[in-house]
């Protein structure tokens, strides 16, 4: 169904593709796995016609395409759905499957009843039960994936490209996704599939091909490889311990939250945070994870409850006076939440703390600025190494070390740490590990929330478990396993 032939692409001062060839069947599920910045998105926006290709060639069905574009690739039935979904928000089921593309009455209007009409037929084709008239806004991460597949497939895709597709998905979405695609699969389709999660590889994909460094490493049948040999393929190093070990025990209690509770959100939440300790906080989609910390931190207001900050009661009326009382936030969307994507490392950096880095006349200090973030930059190994890159030209991973750089820049003493690896690659991942150790070790105090279980079993001293808003318990790790904190999760 699709052949590249020895692609390259070369941006100003970096080759992005060297000489990578791949062949793809048809119905086949191909997963493409890589570090951050290993060339994977932009071999797909090459297939998508977003990006021009320096060398070589692309086959659809046996077709040479020249002249690629977009429109011209859609045409050949190439879909891309990308992990920030491509949707209007405020705008139906239907409009968002026909847009660019509505049907016309003879008066030339816009044919509402033939366009419900026809995303029906499509949306039964798929067996998804949506109603084709409901707004964007009031469903679903999974259902609107659901959606950008059948608009995929109103345009008779024959090859589908699924960008990190489950960042935000439960297991139970996860699952309805993963029976949709097989279905495809079986019809004909053929699917590339882009993760950072191994495990969906193994369950998913018949296929695969690893890439590293813009170079295409090797392509195989997935039940030929097991998760430590991707792995070492992909880095180019065996991680044989992905979560790095800690020696020092917690300290005295820096936080204490009683009662906490925002109606209909989360009820009577209460634990201890103490000096040099993680806390993972776990629990299914909507459990309320997220919307303790925003509680704490002033984001959202809290209806009852006492938060005794170093013993002294504290109730934050906004992000901005738990910053200046000591709390740093690694929020979950980093790229709409924790940085400004079109400004530099350095901007990013210091943000928060300005003030230290004033001059005696009042202006700000460019050239301290300049060399603190380039201290941050060589202590977290922060690639491009330039302090003056902008974070929109990064990797999830650096941008994910710049947000917690911004904090340890500040001097904030307790950080809440959203999702830390979620969209990184296995390398950056015990990176980031090293670097929350590094912080611990300062005597820094994370609360961290991850849907990851492994990850919180791998990193944190105790693990509060949340269920539909309410507390099942906190349990210290010597006790956990993935199996006691999901019976916490789900009771």
């Given at each position: 169904?699709?052949?590249?032939?020895?692609?390259?692409?070369?941006?100003?001062?970096?080759?992005?593709?060297d000489?990578?060839?791949?062949?793809?069947?048809?119905?086949?599920?191909?997963?493409l796995?890589g570090?951050?910045?290993?060339?994977?998105?932009?071999?797909?926006?090459?297939?998508?016609?977003?990006y021009?290709?320096?060398?070589?060639?692309?086959?659809?069905?046996?077709?040479?395409?020249?002249?690629?574009?977009?429109?011209?690739?859609?045409?050949?039935?190439?879909?891309?759905?990308?992990?920030?979904?491509?949707?209007?928000?405020h705008?139906?089921?239907?409009?968002?499957?026909?847009?660019?593309?509505?049907?016309?009455?003879?008066?030339?209007?816009?044919?509402?009843?033939?366009?419900?009409?026809?995303?029906?037929?499509?949306?039964?084709?798929?067996?998804?039960?949506?109603?084709?008239?409901?707004?964007?806004?009031?469903?679903?991460?999974?259902?609107?994936?659901?959606?950008?597949?059948?608009?995929?497939?109103?345009?008779?895709?024959?090859?589908?490209?699924?960008?990190?597709?489950?960042?935000?998905?439960?297991?139970?979405?996860?699952?309805?996704?993963?029976?949709?695609?097989?279905?495809?699969?079986?019809?004909?389709?053929?699917f590339?599939?882009?993760?950072?999660?191994?495990?969906?590889?193994?369950?998913?994909?018949?296929?695969?091909?690893?890439?590293?460094?813009?170079?295409?490493?090797?392509?195989g049948?997935?039940?030929?490889?097991?998760?430590?040999?991707?792995?070492?393929?992909?880095?180019?190093?065996?991680?044989?311990?992905?979560?790095?070990k800690r020696?020092?025990?917690?300290?005295?209690?820096?936080?204490?939250?009683?009662?906490?509770?925002?109606?209909?959100?989360?009820?009577?939440?209460?634990?201890?945070?103490?000096?040099?300790?993680?806390?993972?906080?776990?629990?299914?989609?909507?459990?309320?994870?997220?919307?303790?910390?925003?509680?704490?931190?002033?984001a959202?207001?809290?209806?009852?409850?006492?938060?005794?900050?170093?013993?002294?009661?504290?109730?934050?009326k906004?992000?901005?006076?738990?910053?200046?009382?000591?709390?740093?936030?690694?929020?979950?969307?980093?790229?709409?939440?924790?940085?400004?994507?079109?400004q530099?490392?350095?901007?990013?950096?210091?943000?928060?703390?300005?003030?230290?880095?004033?001059?005696?006349?009042?202006?700000?200090?460019?050239?301290?600025?300049?060399?603190?973030?380039?201290?941050?930059?060589?202590?977290?190994?922060?690639?491009?190494?330039?302090?003056?890159?902008?974070?929109?030209?990064?990797?999830?991973?650096?941008?994910?070390?710049?947000?917690?750089?911004?904090?340890?820049?500040?001097?904030?003493?307790?950080?809440?740490?959203?999702?830390?690896?979620?969209?990184?690659d296995?390398?950056?991942?015990?990176?980031i590990?090293?670097?929350?150790?590094?912080?611990?070790?300062?005597?820094?105090?994370?609360?961290?929330?991850?849907?990851?279980?492994?990850?919180?079993?791998?990193?944190?001293?105790?693990?509060?478990?949340?269920?539909?808003?309410?507390?099942?318990?906190?349990?210290?790790?010597?006790?956990?396993?993935?199996?006691l904190?999901?019976?916490?999760?789900?009771?």
């Open positions: 169904m699709l052949k590249m032939n020895h692609i390259s692409k070369i941006f100003p001062g970096v080759k992005a593709l000489d990578i060839s791949i062949e793809i069947g048809q119905g086949e599920i191909h997963g796995v570090e951050n910045g290993a060339g994977k998105s932009t071999l797909m926006k090459i297939l998508s016609g977003a021009t290709l320096d060398e070589g060639e692309i086959l659809i069905d046996g077709e040479r395409i020249s002249n690629t574009s977009p429109a011209r690739m859609i045409e050949k039935g190439v879909a891309v759905i990308y992990q920030e979904l491509m949707l209007l928000p705008r139906t089921v239907a409009e968002n499957i026909y847009l660019g593309r509505l049907p016309k009455n003879r008066f030339g209007k816009v044919d509402y009843k033939k366009m419900e009409k026809d995303a029906e037929e499509v949306l039964n084709r798929l067996n998804l039960q949506l109603d084709p008239g409901e707004v964007i806004e009031n469903l679903s991460v999974a259902r609107r994936q659901m959606v950008e597949i059948a608009k995929a497939m109103s345009r008779n895709a024959k090859i589908i490209v699924l960008d990190e597709p489950t960042a935000v998905l439960s297991d139970n979405e996860l699952e309805g996704l993963f029976r949709i695609v097989k279905e495809l699969a079986q019809k004909g389709i053929t590339i599939y882009i993760s950072h999660r191994l495990k969906e590889i193994f369950e998913l994909c018949t296929h695969l091909t690893i890439m590293k460094d813009g170079k295409k490493v090797e392509s049948k997935v039940e030929d490889y097991t998760t430590d040999m991707l792995i070492s393929r992909m880095v180019g190093r065996d991680l044989t311990d992905i979560y790095p020696e020092q025990s917690p300290g005295e209690t820096v936080l204490k939250v009683t009662g906490l509770t925002r109606k209909g959100v989360f009820e009577n939440v209460s634990f201890e945070l103490r000096r040099g300790e993680i806390l993972g906080i776990a629990g299914l989609a909507g459990a309320g994870r997220t919307e303790i910390l925003r509680a704490v931190i002033g959202d207001p809290a209806d009852a409850g006492e938060i005794l900050l170093e013993g002294k009661p504290v109730r934050f906004n992000v901005r006076e738990a910053i200046r009382a000591g709390f740093g936030i690694v929020p979950e969307e980093r790229k709409t939440q924790g940085l400004m994507l079109k530099d490392m350095v901007y990013n950096t210091t943000i928060p703390a300005l003030g230290r880095y004033k001059s005696r006349l009042g202006t700000l200090n460019l050239g301290m600025e300049y060399k603190e973030t380039g201290r941050y930059v060589d202590m977290f190994h922060i690639r491009p190494g330039n302090p003056r890159t902008v974070t929109c030209h990064m990797s999830g991973g650096n941008q994910q070390k710049v947000v917690l750089a911004k904090w340890i820049a500040a001097d904030c003493k307790i950080l809440l740490v959203d999702e830390p690896t979620r969209g990184v296995v390398g950056a991942k015990q990176e590990y090293e670097i929350l150790n590094e912080l611990i070790a300062r005597g820094l105090s994370i609360i961290m929330v991850s849907s990851e279980l492994p990850e919180l079993l791998g990193t944190c001293d105790r693990i509060m478990v949340m269920n539909e808003g309410v507390q099942t318990g906190v349990l210290d790790i010597e006790e956990c396993s993935e199996e904190i999901m019976s916490f999760a789900t009771k």
